[in-house]
């Protein structure tokens, strides 16, 4: 518990003439004389987003299937007597009807044990880049970073269709290759933490809540639709691989709309003042390494050095706005592990156990997706536009606006907690495919939770730091991706046989750690800015 002298700490404290006289300048209109429709918003990215989303929606469960049938020819191959007709028989991307025999316990275990691998390798090499990655945009502008993201998720298409197509002679596990490819390049982590960065590039903190929400919205729109517009269009072409030449062409036209079209949010002055201070780092830390013999422990923890901006210890700073940021940072990891742990399993489970094919389970998708964005698109900006009013005057002073978290932030992250880990209780409980569907539609309501957490947390710290915040989070988003999901597919693979539900009382369980933190956060108590130099609050 904290004590009462700890809750009367500002979140923030007033900064030198120096550091407001450098924050005014990162604020000022640095677009004047660009003709209003050019200059950055969000509403440049939100169109292209959802087409994004959806191709990568479009693509989960055909894949998935894909993998499926891959490895269960394989599986039979060496164990023929179990199949009767040959491995060709087994069709690639078919779902129960035409594949029954790829739902042995043992092919799940198999297939859970593989697409654990792929989350591994990605995620470590996003764990690596990522925060690289981040800082670039702040460096180099956002619009680079996001078309590299997305052409590693192309890359990794490709590599999906050649094992489709030839499954004779191009083995399944090129995919861990697309899957290496993808976590270099950043994965889908960098794109929505960069198009984070551009969002609050271009909106005022008060408003960042509802921005982030429309991002999130756009990604459960597009994996909303993504599934059904799939399944629909491989039931009309009956070729598994037709949606993923659709997914290829629309990451194309996606990376081509960004590089061309979209507006950079960062002015070149504010790019060039962000590559001076990198410069200024590097220098530093040459003349620091100059000193010292190379470490392999000291450069392991280079590897961490992003998270520093999540622990600020320099001037500007103070325990409440450590405890706030920390405590921001280990909820969203949270929620986002254990919605990445859940991925694959919640698929393979109801397969096995409701004998979902390609349609129900695109139909789940998308059922529990659109409520995700009737929450983020509806209920969030109704919430916020209501409650904020109310809570106008509390979180003024001096009329200005209050930084940090506010009690709605906080509340919003309290319900989403609770309501998410009720919805993993109600799967394990689920006994038919509609009762699934249910327990996955109240998990949907706790979709708020994650982009309210973003907003808050880019409240804590200066704009010029945006990208290197959210670039800390793809870090531990990335690591959570390699946790999670190495940690729930071996539970499910190794419980598959006995009780598949134990999974889904685990990924509650993992809740319990984010529902302390949240007890934890404060609202804001004074305005200020906190300036952040070289790594340092």
Not at 396 to 415: E, M, N, P, Q, S
Request: proline share 5%.
């Amino acid at each position: 518990m904290v004590g009462d002298e700890d809750e009367l700490t500002p979140l923030v404290i007033p900064l030198p003439a120096n550091a407001i006289s450098d924050i005014d300048e990162v604020i000022e209109d640095q677009y004047e004389g660009v003709p209003k429709w050019r200059q950055p918003s969000i509403y440049w990215l939100i169109v292209p987003f959802c087409i994004y989303t959806a191709a990568f929606g479009a693509v989960v469960v055909p894949r998935l299937n894909v993998i499926l049938s891959l490895i269960c020819r394989d599986f039979f191959a060496g164990h023929p007597s179990g199949l009767s007709g040959g491995i060709t028989s087994i069709i690639i991307g078919g779902d129960n009807n035409s594949n029954e025999i790829c739902q042995d316990p043992r092919v799940h275990s198999l297939v859970s044990k593989f697409t654990m691998y792929m989350s591994l390798i990605t995620g470590v090499c996003s764990a690596i880049t990522a925060p690289k990655l981040g800082i670039l945009s702040d460096q180099y502008g956002r619009k680079p970073l996001i078309a590299l993201s997305s052409l590693g998720l192309l890359t990794s298409e490709v590599f999906t269709i050649l094992a489709g197509k030839y499954p004779d002679t191009i083995s399944v596990y090129t995919l861990l290759i697309g899957s290496f490819i993808d976590g270099i390049c950043g994965s889908f982590l960098v794109a929505q933490a960069v198009s984070g960065s551009y969002a609050a590039d271009c909106t005022p903190p008060d408003k960042r809540a509802v921005a982030f929400g429309y991002f999130q919205g756009c990604l459960f729109l597009g994996i909303a639709f993504g599934p059904a517009l799939g399944g629909f269009l491989i039931k009309v072409t009956g070729n598994v691989l037709s949606i993923f030449y659709i997914a290829l062409v629309a990451h194309v036209l996606f990376i081509a709309f960004i590089l061309f079209v979209v507006p950079e949010s960062l002015s070149r002055r504010r790019m060039r003042k962000a590559r001076n201070k990198a410069k200024l780092a590097a220098l530093a830390k040459e003349q620091d390494s100059e000193k010292q013999k190379f470490s392999f422990w000291a450069h392991f923890k280079g590897v961490f050095v992003p998270l520093k901006i999540l622990y600020p210890t320099g001037p500007g700073s103070s325990p409440a706005l450590r405890r706030n940021i920390l405590l921001l940072s280990v909820i969203d990891t949270v929620i986002f592990g254990v919605g990445m742990g859940a991925m694959t399993v919640l698929l393979l489970y109801a397969e096995k156990t409701f004998s979902w094919g390609n349609l129900e389970s695109s139909l789940y998708y998308s059922i529990v997706n659109s409520t995700r964005v009737s929450v983020l698109f509806a209920v969030v900006p109704a919430l916020s536009w209501i409650m904020r009013k109310k809570l106008s005057n509390e979180d003024k002073v001096g009329g200005k606006h209050l930084k940090g978290a506010d009690k709605l932030d906080i509340f919003i992250i309290r319900f989403a907690v609770f309501i998410e880990s009720i919805g993993y209780v109600a799967y394990a409980l689920a006994t038919t495919g509609s009762q699934f569907t249910v327990a996955g539609v109240m998990t949907a309501f706790g979709g708020a939770g994650s982009p309210t957490i973003q907003s808050a947390l880019t409240k804590h710290v200066a704009p010029t730091q945006t990208g290197q915040l959210l670039g800390a989070m793809a870090l531990l988003h990335s690591i959570a991706r390699v946790v999670s999901p190495l940690t729930f597919n071996l539970i499910y693979a190794y419980t598959v046989q006995t009780v598949p539900q134990t999974v889904f009382y685990c990924l509650a369980s993992t809740f319990v750690f984010a529902a302390v933190a949240c007890w934890g956060l404060r609202p804001h108590r004074e305005f200020s800015f906190v300036y952040c130099s070289n790594g340092r609050l």
